[in-house]
Nanobody, 128 residues
Protein backbone atom coordinates (compact mmCIF):
# COMPACT_ATOMS: atom_id res chain seq x y z
CA UNK A 1 0.00 0.00 0.00
CA UNK A 2 3.05 2.24 0.22
CA UNK A 3 5.48 2.28 -2.70
CA UNK A 4 8.66 4.34 -2.65
CA UNK A 5 10.55 5.51 -5.69
CA UNK A 6 13.19 8.03 -6.63
CA UNK A 7 16.27 6.57 -5.04
CA UNK A 8 19.55 6.34 -6.90
CA UNK A 9 23.19 7.28 -7.03
CA UNK A 10 24.13 10.91 -6.50
CA UNK A 11 27.33 12.82 -5.81
CA UNK A 12 27.91 14.62 -2.53
CA UNK A 13 26.09 17.93 -2.55
CA UNK A 14 23.53 16.64 -5.01
CA UNK A 15 19.77 16.26 -4.70
CA UNK A 16 17.15 13.56 -4.96
CA UNK A 17 13.39 13.55 -4.56
CA UNK A 18 11.83 10.45 -3.12
CA UNK A 19 8.15 9.67 -3.64
CA UNK A 20 5.81 7.55 -1.55
CA UNK A 21 2.62 6.53 -3.33
CA UNK A 22 -0.06 5.66 -0.81
CA UNK A 23 -2.84 3.38 -2.03
CA UNK A 24 -5.80 1.93 -0.20
CA UNK A 25 -5.58 4.59 2.49
CA UNK A 26 -6.86 8.13 2.79
CA UNK A 27 -3.80 10.29 3.12
CA UNK A 28 -5.79 12.77 5.22
CA UNK A 29 -6.09 10.14 7.96
CA UNK A 30 -2.39 9.39 8.27
CA UNK A 31 0.99 10.74 9.22
CA UNK A 32 3.61 9.62 6.74
CA UNK A 33 7.18 9.33 7.96
CA UNK A 34 10.44 8.69 6.19
CA UNK A 35 12.91 6.37 7.86
CA UNK A 36 16.27 5.14 6.75
CA UNK A 37 18.19 2.01 7.61
CA UNK A 38 20.74 -0.41 6.25
CA UNK A 39 21.39 -3.86 7.73
CA UNK A 40 23.38 -3.66 10.91
CA UNK A 41 22.42 -0.07 11.61
CA UNK A 42 19.69 1.33 13.78
CA UNK A 43 16.64 2.67 11.97
CA UNK A 44 16.47 6.45 11.95
CA UNK A 45 13.45 8.64 11.37
CA UNK A 46 14.36 11.60 9.19
CA UNK A 47 11.13 13.40 8.33
CA UNK A 48 7.40 13.15 8.69
CA UNK A 49 4.33 15.00 7.52
CA UNK A 50 0.72 15.01 8.52
CA UNK A 51 -1.53 14.11 5.63
CA UNK A 52 -4.22 16.10 7.36
CA UNK A 53 -2.66 19.52 7.77
CA UNK A 54 0.83 19.28 6.29
CA UNK A 55 2.64 19.79 9.60
CA UNK A 56 6.19 18.53 9.32
CA UNK A 57 8.96 17.38 11.62
CA UNK A 58 12.59 16.64 10.88
CA UNK A 59 15.47 14.91 12.57
CA UNK A 60 18.47 17.04 13.37
CA UNK A 61 20.40 15.39 10.55
CA UNK A 62 17.68 16.27 8.03
CA UNK A 63 16.78 19.75 9.21
CA UNK A 64 17.63 22.42 6.69
CA UNK A 65 18.42 19.91 3.94
CA UNK A 66 15.34 17.70 3.58
CA UNK A 67 11.78 18.82 2.92
CA UNK A 68 8.68 16.65 3.19
CA UNK A 69 5.59 17.59 1.20
CA UNK A 70 2.35 15.98 0.14
CA UNK A 71 -0.09 15.98 -2.72
CA UNK A 72 -3.33 14.61 -1.36
CA UNK A 73 -4.94 14.59 -4.79
CA UNK A 74 -2.24 12.19 -5.94
CA UNK A 75 -2.07 10.38 -2.59
CA UNK A 76 1.66 10.91 -2.69
CA UNK A 77 4.21 12.15 -0.19
CA UNK A 78 7.60 13.46 -1.23
CA UNK A 79 10.97 13.87 0.40
CA UNK A 80 13.16 16.44 -1.29
CA UNK A 81 16.76 15.86 -0.24
CA UNK A 82 19.31 18.57 -0.97
CA UNK A 83 22.94 18.89 0.00
CA UNK A 84 23.32 15.14 0.24
CA UNK A 85 26.24 13.80 2.21
CA UNK A 86 28.07 10.48 2.16
CA UNK A 87 26.42 9.57 5.44
CA UNK A 88 22.96 9.90 3.88
CA UNK A 89 23.60 6.63 2.04
CA UNK A 90 20.90 4.27 3.21
CA UNK A 91 17.71 2.46 2.29
CA UNK A 92 14.82 4.87 2.71
CA UNK A 93 11.36 3.73 3.73
CA UNK A 94 8.07 5.53 4.04
CA UNK A 95 5.62 4.45 6.71
CA UNK A 96 2.05 5.39 7.61
CA UNK A 97 0.33 5.67 10.95
CA UNK A 98 -3.35 6.38 11.61
CA UNK A 99 -3.71 9.76 13.26
CA UNK A 100 -6.92 9.07 15.20
CA UNK A 101 -6.01 5.60 16.45
CA UNK A 102 -2.46 6.44 17.51
CA UNK A 103 -3.07 10.01 18.73
CA UNK A 104 0.27 10.82 17.15
CA UNK A 105 1.46 14.39 17.28
CA UNK A 106 3.92 15.37 14.59
CA UNK A 107 5.65 17.75 16.99
CA UNK A 108 6.08 15.18 19.78
CA UNK A 109 8.54 12.35 19.04
CA UNK A 110 6.70 11.14 15.93
CA UNK A 111 9.33 8.54 15.06
CA UNK A 112 8.80 6.60 18.31
CA UNK A 113 5.37 5.26 17.37
CA UNK A 114 4.56 1.86 15.90
CA UNK A 115 3.71 2.59 12.28
CA UNK A 116 0.92 0.63 10.64
CA UNK A 117 2.17 0.29 7.09
CA UNK A 118 5.59 0.25 5.48
CA UNK A 119 6.90 0.46 1.97
CA UNK A 120 9.55 -1.80 0.50
CA UNK A 121 12.23 0.86 0.50
CA UNK A 122 14.31 2.69 -2.06
CA UNK A 123 18.08 2.84 -2.04
CA UNK A 124 19.97 6.12 -1.87
CA UNK A 125 23.71 6.06 -2.49
CA UNK A 126 25.80 9.19 -2.12
CA UNK A 127 29.22 8.70 -3.58
CA UNK A 128 31.84 10.56 -5.55
Amino acid sequence: QLVESGGGLVQPGGSLRLSCLVSGLRLDDYVIAWFRQVPGKEREGVACISGRDGTTHYSDSAKGRFTASRDNAKNTVYLQMNGLKLEDTDDYYCAAIDIEESLIRVDDEPFDYEYDYWGQGTQVTVSS
